[in-house]
């Protein structure tokens, strides 16, 4: 793991083998954030963030994403004066949308007496990461799971990456049998075949494009995305359209539980084989909703809008 990610040459940087990403988020927490002091996330976003924050006993500040779901940069930099951790998913989830290039570094430069949490889970998709400034910005940690293009979901193996000062406290808060012996197995020969997770990444890339295309050409709303994934705005008929979908075998997620999100759905992009089906049963998914309940209406917010 150090190979993998430079951290040889680096001496001061240290690494610490989690569960998960899930688990490295909980120590983090766990490790930095007393009681009552503040942590700023990005909302909406992954739900553990919230929880394990929540059990550290930290005051959540929520910074909203844009209307248009952009990444809200310059409120989360209002937000992180005088907070004890910044939690920031890039790209971000569940949107997939990419923080700006830097930010994440600027922000923890800026920001010194806080922690930064950068939750890089998606970071094979998107191209970009904050690794390679861990060594100059001793309040960065940077997470990364080996769920998403390494394709271990479920083994549960993650990592935290930062300063040694900083992690070797994380360390301490560890069980020393977090990760189990056929995760680190499957890990090991994951790292050594780097070719492999390249074409998966670039056919996932390519899929994604595919998938948009035939979202807009059918009239409906995407927005830009980094990740392994899309949200599309279908209005109204988002939940007809969820199981008319399922009904045909494809299973995607109906994200209406924010207000931000109300009337999208969330769909998950894999090989370009693999997102064959949904696009052979996205045209009489939409057919079959419109005939029983007309167009729908697109909430506030679609893609292409302005953020405010």
């Known amino acids: ?46 739900p553990m963030y919230r929880f394990y924050a929540t059990l550290a006993g930290a005051e959540i500040v929520s910074v909203e994403c844009h209307r248009d779901l952009s990444f809200p940069a310059q409120p989360l930099r209002a937000e992180a004066a005088g907070c004890r951790l910044v939690i920031v998913g890039n790209p971000h989830n569940p949107t997939g949308a990419p923080a700006p290039a830097g930010f994440v570094a600027s922000l923890a430069a800026d920001f010194p007496g806080a922690i930064v949490l950068a939750d890089e889970a998606y970071a094979e998709f998107a191209g970009d990461s904050s690794v390679a400034a861990l060594g100059r910005l001793p309040n960065l940690i940077v997470a990364r799971t080996f769920s998403k293009a390494y394709g271990l979901a479920g083994l549960r193996a993650g990592v935290l990456l930062g300063d040694r000062a900083a992690l070797q406290w994380v360390a301490r808060m560890r069980s020393p049998y977090a990760v189990n ?27 994604r494009g595919e998938v948009e295309a035939a979202l807009r050409a059918l009239g409906v709303p995407t927005y830009p995305s980094a990740a392994n994934f899309l949200v599309a705005r279908f209005g109204d008929r988002a939940p007809a359209v969820r199981e008319a979908l399922q009904s045909r075998g494809v299973l995607v997620r109906d994200r209406s539980d924010h207000p931000l999100l109300r009337g999208t759905l969330r769909i998950g992009v894999g090989t370009r084989e693999q997102v064959g089906p949904f696009l052979a049963a996205l045209g009489p998914a939409l057919a079959e909703t419109t005939r029983a309940g007309g167009q729908g209406n697109a909430a506030p917010g679609a893609a292409g809008e302005e953020s405010r």
Request: charged share 25%; aromatic share 6%; hydrophobic share 50%.
């Open 181 to 207: 012996s056929i995760a680190l197995l499957a890990l090991t020969a994951a790292l050594e075949d780097e070719a492999w997770m390249a074409r998966y990444v670039a056919e996932v890339r390519a899929a």
């Open 1 to 46: 793991m150090a190979r993998h990610f430079g951290l040889e040459r680096r001496p001061g940087l240290e690494l610490v083998l989690t569960s998960g990403v899930d688990e490295g988020i909980r120590l983090v927490c766990d490790c930095f954030v007393r009681r009552g002091e503040k942590v700023v996330l990005v909302d909406p976003g992954y």
